[in-house]
């Protein structure tokens, strides 16, 4: 059964896939502010470039899901994600704690990771409602922005592998 909202519509999986759209903009954008922040933070030039990259991959991404918003025929506004806010808080403790620490890279790139995943988990679920809801315009350019998070992802566990983690093992006190 459909509920009716307090503006007296019906909530419909249109609506859903708007306000996930409105959240996931908020979202990319509140990252594509973070990431020179975690390259600042990163101890390795390798992690710093790797955070730079992303930054780019992001901004590309956020002008494909303006594209979605045209395809509806909406503007592109974002809604507060509270999701993304605690993972970036939870980054930024992260920066702050362990600042010149040699854990700092390997915890980067936990927090980054968090991040990939949530986007992953969104873009995931935007793509199956818009094959849903008919919206075939839309779904090559969610794939493109999937795809890239997902090769992100791939990256930052191979970072993490080969220096950040063994670096910040470190010797116990």
Request: aromatic fraction near 6%; hydrophobic fraction near 40%.
């Given at each position: 059964m459909f509920r009716r909202t307090k503006?007296?519509?019906?909530?419909?999986l249109d609506d859903l896939f708007l306000d996930t759209l409105n959240?996931?903009?908020f979202a990319e954008k509140q990252i594509l502010k973070a990431l020179p922040k975690m390259a600042r933070a990163a101890d390795s030039e390798e992690g710093k470039a790797g955070f730079l990259q992303h930054r780019d991959e992001t901004?590309?991404?956020i002008e494909r899901l303006e594209q979605v918003f045209e395809l509806l025929g909406k503007p592109a506004r974002g809604k507060?994600?509270?999701?993304?806010?605690g993972i970036i808080a939870e980054g930024e403790e992260i920066?702050?704690?362990?600042?010149?620490?040699?854990?700092?890279?390997?915890g980067l790139i936990s927090s980054a990771q968090a991040v990939e995943h949530y986007e992953i988990a969104r873009y995931g679920t935007l793509i199956e409602w818009a094959n849903q809801l008919g919206l075939k315009d839309?779904?090559?350019l969610l794939q493109q922005n999937l795809a890239e998070e997902e090769a992100?992802?791939?990256?930052?566990?191979?970072?993490?592998?080969?220096?950040?983690?063994?670096?910040?093992?470190?010797?116990?006190a």
């Amino acid at each position: 059964m459909f509920r009716r909202t307090k503006h007296g519509r019906y909530q419909t999986l249109d609506d859903l896939f708007l306000d996930t759209l409105n959240d996931f903009y908020f979202a990319e954008k509140q990252i594509l502010k973070a990431l020179p922040k975690m390259a600042r933070a990163a101890d390795s030039e390798e992690g710093k470039a790797g955070f730079l990259q992303h930054r780019d991959e992001t901004q590309g991404q956020i002008e494909r899901l303006e594209q979605v918003f045209e395809l509806l025929g909406k503007p592109a506004r974002g809604k507060t994600c509270e999701a993304i806010q605690g993972i970036i808080a939870e980054g930024e403790e992260i920066m702050e704690e362990f600042k010149g620490s040699p854990a700092l890279d390997a915890g980067l790139i936990s927090s980054a990771q968090a991040v990939e995943h949530y986007e992953i988990a969104r873009y995931g679920t935007l793509i199956e409602w818009a094959n849903q809801l008919g919206l075939k315009d839309a779904v090559p350019l969610l794939q493109q922005n999937l795809a890239e998070e997902e090769a992100t992802d791939k990256k930052l566990t191979q970072l993490a592998k080969a220096s950040a983690n063994p670096k910040g093992k470190g010797k116990a006190a």
